[in-house]
């Protein structure tokens, strides 16, 4: 991305992005912004290094409405949002190992974690936003922190990607209007003993949603998995519209009946619960 600035304005000044904020507020109301939290962005270093708000505010301070700070305690820009607060910790991240052995999707994960030698979180409220808002506003934001910074690896929530994949996945929200729902929710798949696929998301709370279980399918893996992203990226941009009960899926072949039920998981609460054949 050569010109960020021209990107960040192209993405909020799109008429689709917007409706697609404006929507997710209009069917969740005040729900969906009373669930948001703060959010952070971490970067794994190569070395301990700092971001020069007033580099950011240059690049995206117009679009994101925020300001640099002469600040001590970390908080380095200041908006109607609320402050944007840096800290840059010497030594790796103790999340980093156990976020690369999940990451099934970049094979150089377990590398990435071990070389870095600091971390960087980059963190905001985003009051008065919805979390769809908010997600795309932070994913802004850190995505200019990555161009001053020596950046081996990011995470956001329990998703670990390489920064090229970052950059990847933020030109894509930008050019295509995809939401990178890869970056926000992770999908975690395995395989039973008898060759049936499993699924299960870690982000979709988040948003103020239960997240999704799928204990057995018939789809492979690869297939699965797009299966859940794109189920995701429809709870994200539409709300808790799918109700106990229902079905969901494109054909006959990948028709699944939805539960509102316990999650099998410990900790997790009521979840979506797929299944393929009870439908």
């Not at 729900?31 to 950011?56: F, H, N, Q, Y």
């Not at 800290?87 to 991240?93: A, I, K, W």
């Not at 103790?94 to 600091?118: D, F, M, N, V």
């Not at 930008?174 to 992770?186: A, D, F, Q």
């Amino acid at each position: 991305v050569t010109n960020l600035h021209q990107y960040c304005e192209s993405c909020f000044r799109s008429v689709t992005l917007h409706q697609s904020c404006d929507r997710v507020r209009d069917r969740m109301g005040t729900w969906g912004i009373e669930r948001m939290s703060v959010i952070t962005g971490t970067i794994l270093l190569e070395r301990p290094t700092a971001p020069d708000p007033s580099k950011i505010a240059a690049e995206v301070g117009a679009t994101l409405k925020l300001t640099p700070l002469a600040s001590t305690d970390g908080q380095i820009l200041t908006g109607p949002c609320g402050p944007v607060t840096a800290e840059t910790v010497h030594g790796p991240s103790p999340l980093a190992t156990g976020l690369a052995k999940a990451a099934w999707w970049w094979p150089e994960a377990g590398r990435a974690a071990s070389a870095h030698a600091a971390h960087l979180t980059i963190t905001c409220p985003w009051t008065g936003l919805g979390a769809v808002e908010a997600h795309v506003r932070h994913t802004v934001l850190v995505m200019s922190v990555l161009g001053q910074v020596p950046a081996l690896a990011v995470v956001w929530g329990g998703v670990l990607v390489s920064p090229a994949h970052f950059r990847a996945m933020f030109e894509e929200m930008v050019e295509h209007r995809r939401l990178p729902v890869p970056l926000w929710v992770r999908v975690d798949l395995a395989r039973d003993p008898a060759g049936q696929s499993a699924a299960s998301t870690d982000g979709l709370s988040r948003f103020g949603l239960m997240e999704i279980e799928i204990e057995r399918s018939p789809l492979e893996p690869g297939e699965l998995y797009e299966y859940t992203r794109r189920l995701a990226e429809y709870l994200i941009t539409s709300g808790p519209v799918v109700g106990d009960g229902d079905a969901v899926g494109n054909s006959e072949a990948d028709r699944a009946l939805v539960r509102h039920a316990p999650s099998v998981r410990p900790g997790r609460g009521t979840v979506y619960q797929l299944s393929f054949d009870r439908v």
